[in-house]
């Protein structure tokens, strides 16, 4: 009842699975991820203990095929479930039961594995696999272009409902103290693929990094703009004198923090600088295109 990929990324050491179903809340059943020990996509009468049983293995050293075979071995369903395995080191492996509902099938790539069943037919692992190896970005970006094109090319022939995407690398959640980077679901949406990748883009907005050809000089001019856009807001009472002076810098830390965007612009980090991407945000959503 569901299409998905589980991946690793050797370049970010970063383990992930993004799903779509017509089925509510399939990010609360399908993904499992564990940086340091891979990643499990489980579904067709999906077998839910697949998920952290296998995560357990792997983290022991375990690899993707043994890590399926045992979970396989120990389960008298097996037939009706479909499952897909990434290791610690990348390595995949998949299974798809003689009694999944057709169109059923899995494809296997290096470092990753795509998988579905109730689909409108081949066409769209094809697309997922190819759609994958071809994008660019970052992981969560590939991911999420694999998702897309799956759900493009026919998905789940029931319809749509869910989607999510699950991204875990070492000490890449928020505060650092944490694996789970990204952790985006839509529980129940009638375009829940499109709707996910939107999250996706609010996800690198909040918290992604700011580059360092994105750092913009906050000019006279600049000031007055974002005096004005302040003002508007009622964040700022003061003169348009155009002066970046404290008042003007309070102001903007509130409405920073009011939007969220404290992970990109923080007045001890960078009080002469501002991040491109938080200047078209806030063009956008306040002032000037």
Same mark, same amino acid.
């Given at each position: 009842m569901t299409f998905s990929i589980a991946a690793y990324d050797p370049d970010e050491g970063a383990w992930g699975v993004a799903v779509a179903s017509k089925f509510l809340a399939v990010g609360a059943m399908v993904p499992w991820v564990r940086a340091g020990a891979g990643a499990v996509a489980t579904q067709s009468?999906?077998?839910?203990?697949?998920?952290?049983?296998?995560?357990?293995? !792997?983290?022991?050293?375990?690899?993707?095929?043994?890590?399926?075979?045992r979970l396989l071995e120990a389960d008298p369903g097996q037939a009706t479930r479909q499952v897909g395995i990434v290791d610690a080191d990348g390595r995949a492996a998949a299974h798809?039961?003689?009694?999944?509902?057709?169109w059923a099938g899995h494809r296997i790539g290096v470092g990753f594995c795509c998988q579905g069943n109730i689909l409108t037919?081949?066409?769209?692992?094809?697309a997922m696999a190819t759609a994958y190896m071809s994008a660019e970005g970052e992981f969560a970006d590939?991911? !999420?272009?694999?998702?897309?094109?799956?759900?493009?090319?026919?998905?789940?022939?029931?319809?749509?409902?869910?989607a999510a995407l699950y991204v875990a690398k070492t000490d890449g959640g928020y505060g650092g103290d944490n694996d789970r980077y990204i952790d985006?679901?839509?529980?129940?949406?009638?375009?829940?693929?499109?709707?996910?990748?939107?999250?996706?883009t609010l996800h690198h907005l909040y918290f992604g990094e700011t580059?360092?050809?994105?750092?913009?000089?906050?000019?006279?001019?600049?000031?007055?703009?974002?005096?004005?856009? !302040?003002?508007?807001?009622?964040?700022?009472?003061?003169?348009?004198n155009s002066q970046w002076d404290e008042p003007t810098i309070e102001a903007f830390d509130r409405l920073i923090g009011t939007e969220n965007l404290?992970?990109?612009?923080?007045?001890?980090?960078?009080?002469?600088?501002?991040?491109?991407v938080v200047l078209a945000y806030l063009r956008g959503r306040f002032g000037k295109k």
């Open positions: 009468y999906a077998k839910i203990s697949f998920g952290p049983d296998g995560l357990g293995m !792997m983290a022991s050293g375990m690899g993707a095929e043994e890590t399926l075979q798809t039961g003689v009694k999944c509902n057709d037919g081949p066409e769209v692992l094809e590939r991911l !999420m272009a694999a998702l897309l094109a799956g759900d493009r090319a026919g998905g789940d022939r029931r319809g749509r409902q869910g985006l679901r839509v529980d129940d949406d009638p375009d829940p693929v499109a709707r996910l990748e939107g999250l996706l580059r360092p050809e994105d750092r913009v000089l906050i000019t006279p001019e600049l000031v007055r703009e974002l005096q004005l856009i !302040m003002r508007e807001q009622k964040y700022y009472s003061g003169d348009l404290e992970e990109r612009w923080r007045a001890t980090d960078a009080p002469t600088h501002i991040d491109r």
